[in-house]
């Protein structure tokens, strides 16, 4: 349903740190997830997707993993950099449904 | 910006005033959708749009019209803007199908005071 959260609403890790940002998803029955980075005053980036069928699925410094069986997701970003910073939320779509139900954001902070 | 621009960016305007936003793509894609985002909410969906003359509600719809006449322009209106109304509204698209992949418009600021 419309639980789509995130464990953390604030994360700070160091400069060339690997920060691993989380979200779970209430619902089984969504099939396709998305995560965002959303910069100060500026659209949501889409970052990265990934389907159900799969539970992992990597780009470019960024990896997303799927845990069905505890409904997890989670991005992890590679050597975090100051350009890194920012707000990141995933979205879930349920099976058949029309529309994206989007989490709230975890605000990640570079520590330099 | 995956083509999109919204105007304006940024809009003051009185309550019961009408407003438009306007969404336009340069890419011809077929999926169109207004979101708002509001602190503590996430974006929620307003309506969305899967072809000309093709729009649907989304789940805060109430207080919201759309139209789209041409396959590039999505116009969101506020037909009585009101404070609840305040919000950073997006647009976006989907370029593969519906609900996949959403690419976002640098959103309007919109106060109503």
């Known amino acids: 349903g419309e639980s789509v959260g995130l464990h953390l609403p604030t994360l700070s890790v160091q400069e060339g740190d690997n920060s691993i940002i989380n979200c779970a998803y209430s619902?089984?029955?969504?099939?396709?997830f998305i995560w965002y980075k959303q910069e100060s005053g500026k659209g949501p980036q889409f970052i990265i997707d990934?389907?159900?069928?799969?539970d992992k699925r990597q780009g470019q410094r960024v990896t997303v993993l799927l845990n069905k069986t505890v409904k997890h997701l989670s991005l992890q970003i590679a050597a975090t950099q100051p350009g890194d910073s920012a707000v990141y939320f995933c979205?879930?779509?349920?099976?058949?449904?029309?529309?994206?139900?989007f989490g709230q954001g975890t605000r990640l902070t570079i520590n330099p | 910006d995956a083509g999109i621009t919204q105007s304006p960016r940024h809009k003051v305007t009185e309550t019961g005033t009408p407003v438009t936003l306007r969404c336009h793509q340069t890419?011809?894609?077929?999926?169109m959708y207004w979101y708002r985002q509001d602190p503590g909410h996430g974006l929620r969906l307003i309506h969305y749009s899967y072809g000309v003359k093709d729009t649907d509600k989304g789940e805060v719809s109430d207080g919201y019209s759309v139209s789209r006449s041409k396959t590039e322009d999505f116009l969101l209106t506020l037909e009585s803007a009101t404070s609840s109304q305040t919000s950073v509204y997006f647009c976006?698209?989907?370029?593969?199908?519906?609900?996949?992949?959403?690419?976002f418009g640098s959103g309007t600021q919109l106060s109503v005071l």
């Open positions: 990934i389907r159900s069928n799969m």
């Open positions: 976006a698209i989907s370029p593969k199908g519906p609900n996949e992949k959403l690419f």
């Open positions: 619902n089984s029955a969504s099939d396709y």
């Open positions: 979205a879930e779509l349920l099976q058949g449904a029309q529309k994206l139900v």
């Open positions: 890419e011809n894609h077929r999926y």
